[in-house]
């Protein structure tokens, strides 16, 4: 039933169709979707196994046992479009994501107005940033060399770290030495949609010319759909139109009418 209900669905949704096709995709396919010049950077976060054995003891010939134990912990896959894949280990997930906390929270600190009465020093965002970096970058930045580009899938608490703001040295940051960086929210999103499956019978809509300054245009929206109960329409829109704005004083002169973009529309 479910089977039969995704094939009815699919011959439906252009959308949905594409989904289905895209999650048969592979390794291989995601692969010989990579451009020539760029690598694709996984992050997994998975529960790692511990093995210790125990030792028999001798006086009473107990076999020896092992103990398992379940360490949660982060791997990262450096995926270029020829040759293996290769896998890092990035260690436990508690200290990454402690230190992605804590970046985190150090450079809201940093934008808040500090009290008068703060003297204390505290830990700066670069040093926590820095830190975090030796982490999760440091280890597969050397295979990373000679790619143009870096896809980057995160997983877990990585889904918050915006890596080109990551500091380098004391100055400097990732997005100034690195390849350029794109994220992904999966591996699959590098491969476009099969060609037989099409988006155009939804249409487009295109939008030229805004006259942002123009409230008669308001006012005309206004009086089509009266309100019950309700002051007159001139009297609304004056209310809409004119009303304060924050930091509004800041904003000098007019809008004039895009007139470039209406002519775009007519393009299509």
Known sequence: DSERAEQALAERSAEFRAERSRAQFGLDDVRAALPSDSVLLSFVAYERTLFRDRFAKAATNTPARSALRGVRSYLAFVVRPHGAVTVVPLGSAHAIDSLVARWREDIRAEAAPAPASSTASRPTSRESGVALRRLIWDPVAPL????????????????????????????????????????????????????????????LLAVGGPAFDDSTLFGAARAKRPVPNAAPPTQMVTRSVAAPCAASSAVQGTFSPLGGTLRKVGDF
């Open 144 to 203: 990373l060399t000679n790619a143009n580009r870096v896809f980057i899938v995160a997983d877990g608490s990585l889904s918050l770290v915006p890596f080109v703001a990551l500091p380098v040295g004391q100055r400097s940051y990732l997005i100034e030495r690195a390849p350029v960086i794109h994220y992904q929210s999966s591996e699959r999103d590098l491969i476009a949609a099969p060609a037989d499956i099409a988006f155009a019978e939804q249409g």
